[in-house]
């Protein structure tokens, strides 16, 4: 696809996450909290994810997953694994589940995340959209031609300050027209936590757990 040629295949939206299991995940929120409470604040910041995503018109909707799916899991989304190896392999090999047509990917970690954010992505004049996280990562990224994510996400380091830049430069240097989407804060740490869920909507499981966990404390 050319430079700001128009798209109108349907959208593929896509959810990178990982089984909220104690220990395994959020493991940056213990201290202050539990292994069993960064899980649950992990759930919730999953659910709310996925809820939100369905909201999203899309022709289909991929939950690629390290683990198993739950009950937190709502229809409306097809499970693929993890491919092992380092983040940018998984997010690569993650679009290489779609087909034609764009495809955007969003992590678990937004969960002040809402159907606005994504307003417009895969129905505007851009090959590329890119939603750039406060901490210098990223939490969206979306292509128009999803099978070009081997050759611009591979070797891309990831978890640095400089991670979303050098993604935004990939697709530049490509050639793509890029679209740039809001800044996000994603949640790693307790400030994190506190900051995303006052950002939250109303009715956001990820503010309501993290409450009963503050309330536990």
Same mark, same amino acid.
């Given at each position: 696809m050319s430079a700001g040629h128009a798209v109108t295949e349907p959208l593929t939206l896509l959810v990178i996450a990982k089984e909220p299991v104690p220990g395994r995940v959020k493991t940056r929120l213990t201290p202050p909290y539990t292994p069993h409470e960064a899980a649950a604040l992990a759930e919730a910041a999953l659910t709310d994810t996925l809820h939100t995503v369905l909201q999203v018109p899309a022709h289909r909707r991929l *939950? $690629? *997953?390290?683990?198993? !799916?739950?009950?937190? *899991? !709502?229809?409306?989304?097809? $499970?693929?694994?993890? $491919?092992?190896?380092?983040?940018?392999?998984?997010?690569?090999?993650?679009f290489a589940h779609c087909g034609h047509g764009p495809a955007l990917l969003v992590g678990m970690d937004t969960p002040q995340l809402t159907p606005d954010h994504l307003a417009g992505v895969g129905r505007d004049r851009h090959d590329a959209w890119f939603g750039p996280a406060a901490d210098g990562g990223f939490w969206a990224l979306g292509l128009a031609e999803p099978a070009r994510a081997k050759t611009l996400v591979r070797g891309v380091p990831m978890s640095t300050d400089h991670t979303g830049a050098i993604q935004r430069a990939r697709l530049t240097t490509a050639g793509l027209k890029v679209a740039d989407l809001a800044v996000l804060r994603d949640v790693d740490t307790a400030a994190d936590a506190a900051e995303v869920a006052a950002c939250c909507p109303p009715g956001s499981r990820f503010a309501a757990a993290l409450g009963r966990a503050e309330a536990a404390r």
């Open positions: *939950l $690629v *997953l390290d683990g198993c !799916p739950g009950p937190w *899991l !709502p229809p409306g989304f097809d $499970v693929v694994p993890q $491919v092992s190896g380092a983040l940018d392999e998984r997010i690569a090999a993650a």
